[in-house]
C-alpha cells in the first residue's frame, strides 16, 4: 500500500459515502476507519466494501487518548480525515455533555494523537470536517462565507466550533499540516432517521404524523451526500494548508416546501391519493433556539478547486425517497436496533 488514511465516523451517514468513495477509487492505499458505532454507526452501511483489502474497521473511541496513541503506532498513519462525532441538534439540546466529550475532547485527542506521533510533518494532513452551522443564523438574504464569523447557537454548533477552533490553534502553534471544511444540510442513503427527511420518509411509509417545528419556515441549504464524499475527497487531496472550504448544494428550501414536495414525491412512489401524505403535516412546538436560515457561498471550493455539485432539488428528493423505500430492511434494523446484533455476529471473535 502507498499509504494510509485514518478516517474517523466512517459507519456513520457522510464517512460510509467517504469511506466507499476512497476504498473504491484508490486501490493502494489502506483506508482504516475507526468508529465507536454509537446509535448512529452502523456497519451494515458497509457491507459491500468490509471484505476488500485496503480496508480495515476498528471499533474504538476518539475520546480514549491511549487507544489513540496505540492506533498510530499501530497503522503510521500518513493522513486523517476526522468525522467521528454527535451530529444531531434535538440531542445536543437533551444532553449537551456527550457532544463536549466526543466533538471537543475527542477531536483534541487526535489532534495530540497526530502531533506526538508524525515525528516530522511533511506529507502529512488533518482534515477536520464541520459544519456551516458554527455561523450562527443568516436573516432572508446573505450566504455564509469563509469569512462569516462563528457564532455558533446550539450545543452541537457550539462544540463543532470549538473543534474547529482548536485544528487551526495547531495549525498556528505547532504548524501542523490542517484542513478544514464548514457543511450545509447533507441527505441521501444511509442517514440515521432522526433527521428530517428519512424520520420524515419513515413516518409517511407507515401512515405517522409528520412533526414539523414552528411555522415550519425555517431554511436549508440541502446537499446531496455523494457530492459532499466527492468535496472532501478533492479538498483532502488539494486543499491549501491551514484554509477553510466551505461547500454547499445551492439548493435552499423552506422546511416546510420541502416537506410539501417530499409528500408529493411519497404519494407517487406509495401509490396513494394526491395529497393524502400532506395530511400527515402536524405543526408542534419549535426547538429551542432554533436557527433561522442556513445558506452556502461555496465559490471558493468552486473556483479553486473544480468542484461542482451535480444532484439539485426534486431529483434528489426522490432519489432520497426511492433509496429508503427500497431499503425498507436497513431502516427496520436501525429504528429496532438489530444491526448492532450484526456487529456482535461479524466481529466478536475477531
Ligand atoms: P453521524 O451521526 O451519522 O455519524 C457519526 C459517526 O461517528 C457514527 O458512525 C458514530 O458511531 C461515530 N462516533 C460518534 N462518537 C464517536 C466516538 N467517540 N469515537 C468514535 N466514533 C464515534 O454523523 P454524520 O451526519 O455522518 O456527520 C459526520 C460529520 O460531518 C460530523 O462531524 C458532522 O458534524 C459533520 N457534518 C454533518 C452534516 C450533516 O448534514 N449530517 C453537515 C455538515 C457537517
Ligand atoms: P435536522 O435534520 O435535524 O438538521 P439541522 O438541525 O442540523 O439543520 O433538521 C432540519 C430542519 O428540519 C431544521 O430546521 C429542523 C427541522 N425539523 C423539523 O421541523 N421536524 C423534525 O422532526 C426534525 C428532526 C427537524
Given at each position: 500500500?502507498?499509504?494510509?488514511i485514518?478516517?474517523?465516523g466512517g ?10 468513495l476512497m476504498?473504491?477509487k484508490?486501490p493502494d ?5 475507526l468508529d465507536?458505532l454509537?446509535?448512529a454507526?452502523?456497519?451494515a452501511?458497509?457491507?459491500d466494501?468490509e ?9 474504538g ?6 487507544f489513540l496513541?496505540?492506533?498510530?503506532k ?11 462525532a454527535e ?7 437533551e444532553d ?12 483534541m485527542?487526535?489532534?495530540l494523537a497526530?502531533?506526538?506521533?508524525w515525528?516530522?510533518f511533511?506529507g502529512?494532513?488533518f482534515y ?12 432572508e438574504?446573505?450566504?455564509f462565507?469563509?469569512?462569516t ?9 457550539a462544540s463543532?466550533a470549538s473543534s474547529d477552533?482548536?485544528v487551526?490553534a495547531?495549525?498556528?502553534?505547532y504548524?501542523?499540516?490542517v484542513v ?5 444540510n447533507?441527505y441521501?442513503?444511509?442517514q440515521?432517521p432522526?433527521k428530517?427527511l428519512?424520520?420524515?420518509i419513515?413516518n409517511?411509509k407507515?401512515?405517522?404524523a409528520l412533526?414539523?417545528y414552528?411555522?415550519?419556515?425555517y431554511?436549508?441549504d440541502?446537499l446531496w451526500?455523494?457530492d459532499?464524499?466527492?468535496?472532501i475527497?478533492l ?13 454547499g448544494?445551492n439548493n435552499e ?8 414536495n417530499?409528500c408529493?414525491v ?10 393524502s401524505s400532506?395530511e400527515l403535516?402536524t ?10 436560515r ?5 465559490s471558493?471550493?468552486m473556483?479553486?478547486?473544480?468542484w461542482?455539485p ?8 426522490k432519489?432520497t ?9 436497513w431502516?427496520?434494523?436501525?429504528t ?14 475477531r
Amino acid at each position: 500500500m502507498n499509504n494510509t488514511i485514518l478516517i474517523t465516523g466512517g459507519a456513520g451517514f457522510i464517512g460510509s459515502h467517504l469511506v466507499r468513495l476512497m476504498v473504491n477509487k484508490y486501490p493502494d492505499t489502506h483506508i482504516v476507519n475507526l468508529d465507536l458505532l454509537t446509535y448512529a454507526g452502523n456497519l451494515a452501511n458497509l457491507s459491500d466494501i468490509e471484505d476488500r483489502p485496503n480496508y480495515t474497521f476498528v471499533r474504538g473511541d476518539i475520546v480514549d487518548s491511549d487507544f489513540l496513541d496505540g492506533l498510530f503506532k499501530q497503522y503510521k498513519f500518513d493522513g486523517v480525515i476526522h468525522l467521528a462525532a454527535e451530529s444531531h441538534v434535538d440531542r445536543s439540546i437533551e444532553d449537551p455533555i456527550a457532544f463536549i466529550k466526543t466533538n471537543i475532547i475527542g477531536t483534541m485527542n487526535l489532534l495530540l494523537a497526530a502531533r506526538n506521533n508524525w515525528s516530522d510533518f511533511s506529507g502529512k494532513r488533518f482534515y477536520h470536517v464541520s459544519t456551516d452551522e458554527v455561523y450562527g443564523t443568516l436573516g432572508e438574504t446573505g450566504l455564509f462565507t469563509e469569512e462569516t464569523s462563528y457564532d455558533p447557537r446550539s450545543p452541537y454548533s457550539a462544540s463543532k466550533a470549538s473543534s474547529d477552533h482548536l485544528v487551526r490553534a495547531f495549525y498556528h502553534t505547532y504548524d501542523m499540516p490542517v484542513v478544514i471544511s464548514n457543511c450545509s444540510n447533507n441527505y441521501g442513503p444511509y442517514q440515521f432517521p432522526e433527521k428530517l427527511l428519512p424520520l420524515f420518509i419513515n413516518n409517511i411509509k407507515n401512515n405517522k404524523a409528520l412533526p414539523v417545528y414552528g411555522d415550519g419556515k425555517y431554511t436549508r441549504d440541502w446537499l446531496w451526500v455523494g457530492d459532499h464524499a466527492t468535496a472532501i475527497d478533492l479538498i483532502y487531496h488539494k486543499g491549501r494548508l491551514g484554509e477553510t472550504y466551505n461547500i454547499g448544494g445551492n439548493n435552499e428550501w423552506k422546511n416546510i416546501d420541502l416537506i410539501q414536495n417530499l409528500c408529493k414525491v411519497m404519494d407517487e412512489l406509495l401509490d396513494r391519493e394526491p395529497g393524502s401524505s400532506a395530511e400527515l403535516i402536524t405543526y408542534v412546538k419549535d426547538r429551542a433556539g432554533h436557527d433561522r436560515r442556513y445558506a452556502i457561498d461555496a465559490s471558493k471550493l468552486m473556483n479553486e478547486l473544480g468542484w461542482e455539485p451535480t444532484v439539485f432539488a426534486e431529483e434528489g428528493l426522490k432519489k432520497t425517497a426511492e433509496w429508503y423505500l427500497a431499503n425498507e430492511e436497513w431502516m427496520e434494523n436501525v429504528t429496532s436496533g438489530a444491526y448492532k446484533e450484526y456487529y456482535e455476529a461479524m466481529y466478536a471473535d475477531r
